[in-house]
């Protein structure tokens, strides 16, 4: 069982759209990630929030703006995407240690045409 | 920088079969290691950890120990189950700047049971 949600499950979009994704957390945790996950890739991390604030941007485009209003709460604002981005975006949270594990939603697939 | 390398798959083997799949790994200091397991249409759950050496991680029937010497983490399953059937990862930690951490993942093993 999982404590972690994600919306919407599935979202396609044209490169002009703009959209975001949601995540949410119901376990009481204080950091936060994004990672993307593509088709014969290894999984990469994309950002990284604890209490807030962001701790890591792995080199990601500036068309992916990361949002953390709460620790309970993480977007990921999408605009201006190319079809290379097109990929399955998962969320997960961990209560703050470096030994914790990471709890992760059921991810949004994105396509981009 | 931290890397971590697992088997590519798929593995296919039929019910009640031995499974092994091989995990090496790349980082400076003393990373945790974790198994992560991810279902058709569902996010990674962590399967197993181990978080010093000569640690054994266990869960559902599964194990891996942490061995330092040869820089490994390998899973096993004595008796696998077609529900077993799914995508396996290998997953090390490092800590981030301030807290929380930072997984570094291998590429995955799709695992095929059949009955």
């Known amino acids: 069982e999982t404590g972690v949600t994600q919306t919407p499950r599935h979202l396609v979009m044209g490169m002009t759209n703009k959209k975001s994704l949601k995540c949410e957390q119901h376990l009481g945790h204080n950091a936060m990630y994004w990672y993307k996950q593509s088709a014969k890739k290894p999984l990469e991390l994309m950002f990284v929030y604890n209490f807030k604030e962001q701790t890591e941007n792995n080199s990601v485009p500036s068309r992916f703006s990361p949002e953390c209003p709460n620790s309970s709460h993480l977007f990921l604002h999408l605009h201006t995407l190319q079809p290379e981005d097109s990929a399955l975006y998962l969320c997960?949270?961990?209560?703050?240690?470096?030994?914790?594990?990471?709890?992760f939603g059921p991810g949004t697939r994105l396509t981009v045409l | 920088g931290n890397s971590v390398t697992q088997m590519e798959g798929p593995v296919t083997l039929s019910e009640e079969a031995f499974l092994t799949i091989n995990c090496t790994y790349t980082?400076?200091?003393?990373?945790?290691l974790f198994w992560y397991v991810q279902y058709p249409g569902e996010g990674l759950q962590l399967l197993l950890k181990?978080?010093?050496?000569?640690d054994k991680g266990s869960n559902k029937g599964f194990e891996a120990t942490y061995r330092k010497e040869t820089t490994s983490f390998h899973l096993e399953k004595g008796s696998v189950q077609v529900s077993d059937s799914a995508v396996y990862f290998c997953?090390?930690?490092?800590?981030?700047?301030?807290?929380?951490?930072?997984?570094?993942f291998g590429g995955g093993t799709r695992v095929l049971v059949k009955p």
């Open positions: 181990a978080t010093k050496a000569d």
């Open positions: 997953a090390l930690s490092s800590e981030v700047k301030a807290a929380g951490n930072k997984l570094t």
């Open positions: 997960a949270s961990s209560p703050s240690g470096s030994t914790d594990t990471q709890y």
């Open positions: 980082a400076t200091g003393y990373p945790s």
